[in-house]
């Protein structure tokens, strides 16, 4: 692997790019992000970070309590949700890895929580994202195009989405993953692998680049996908006009590839070995590969969302009759998995 580069390596814009939470950005104009989603940001944090898991085997689905899950993010010993009333709750220890973080250095204004197993990033309100791990201690990343709208983290780069719909990547460069190409525009996703990086633009197009294999960038042509995601040498979309056709490409030996099912779904995760999905009739989840435990029951009302980390051997869901629930299950051996729910306040 090549040195590491902590460059934004697509057109910079005004400002600094990357620095420490505690260092300001020079011309700061406090500008508004966009929002992940429909949700408003909650804006009462009670400075209460209780774990909030609980190992009940993946299988305690019983009926909404709390705030409902916001974003998750996975390394391979840990699971973090955040929660819409910014409360934050992990299985496992991402503390024991991620010198510097904890669960207070999320603020109540979070938008989102994107991690690997070597980093986690909290989106912030000002658009910005404040990072730990390969990046540094609380180091800050900065779209070159204004508020970050969205931001996919790998174990060794990270890119994102600026407000201008442009993509800025960070990190190692070795087989040109941080170099978006240069009239790449119109992004609505991104997702990236262990040594390549995808997007889809304006239409559901996917395009990819870097990687060691070709067939990792090559993604289906005349495709519109209306999902994205990415793990070791391979992607996974859903093909919008085929009522949600799973469709993978990458490395030919790559299980995500090898394996995939012929199904139509509803949501879509892609870690190393294994991938998993949320089937659109009846919201089961399906996984193939080498995951490292069979899936929970399907509780009524089905599965809504479905995660995995890059790497790493679990993998996650939210039930849509109790989304303020996080369901993981795999190997389990740092313990990240089990059932992680609205943090005690």
């Not at 990033?121 to 990072?131: F, H, K, P, R, V």
């Amino acid at each position: 692997m090549g040195a590491l580069r902590l460059a934004v390596l697509a057109a910079l814009g005004a400002g600094c790019s990357l620095r420490l939470a505690s260092e300001p950005c020079p011309g700061d104009t406090g500008r508004s992000p966009g929002k992940e989603d429909s949700t408003t940001s909650a804006g009462d944090d009670t400075g209460g970070r209780d774990t909030g898991g609980r190992d009940t085997g993946g299988r305690d689905t019983g009926a909404s309590s709390g705030p409902p899950v916001r974003s998750v993010a996975l390394g391979s010993a840990w699971s973090c949700a955040l929660f819409e009333d910014a409360g934050v709750a992990c299985l496992g220890e991402p503390e024991a890895t991620l010198s510097g973080w904890s669960r207070d250095t999320v603020p109540a204004d979070a938008r989102a929580l994107r991690g690997s197993s070597t980093a986690l990033c909290t989106l912030l309100a000002d658009g910005t994202a404040a990072c730990w791990g390969w990046m540094g201690e609380g180091a800050v990343l900065e779209a070159a195009d204004g508020a970050m709208i969205d931001l996919a983290v790998g174990d060794a780069h990270a890119c994102a989405i600026g407000e201008r719909a442009t993509v800025s990547c960070w990190g190692e460069d070795a087989a040109g993953q941080a170099t978006p190409p240069a009239d790449l525009a119109g992004v609505t996703a991104i997702a990236v692998g262990a040594s390549h990086t995808c997007a889809l633009t304006e239409g559901g197009r996917p395009t990819c680049w870097g990687g060691d294999d070709p067939a990792v960038v090559d993604p289906p042509e005349g495709v519109a996908l209306s999902a994205l995601a990415a793990g070791g040498d391979a992607a996974c979309g859903l093909d919008a006009h085929a009522g949600g056709l799973l469709r993978c490409w990458g490395a030919a030996d790559s299980p995500v590839v090898a394996l995939a099912p012929k199904v139509e779904a509803a949501a879509v995760a892609v870690s190393e070995r294994f991938g998993c999905l949320v089937e659109a009739e009846g919201g089961a989840v399906d996984c193939w590969g080498e995951v490292g435990a069979d899936p929970p029951t399907t509780p009524d009302g089905g599965w809504s969302e479905v995660y995995a980390p890059p790497t790493g051997d679990q993998a996650c869901a939210v039930a849509a009759g109790a989304p303020d629930r996080l369901v993981c299950w795999g190997d389990g051996a740092e313990g990240e998995t089990g059932e992680l729910f609205w943090p005690a306040r």
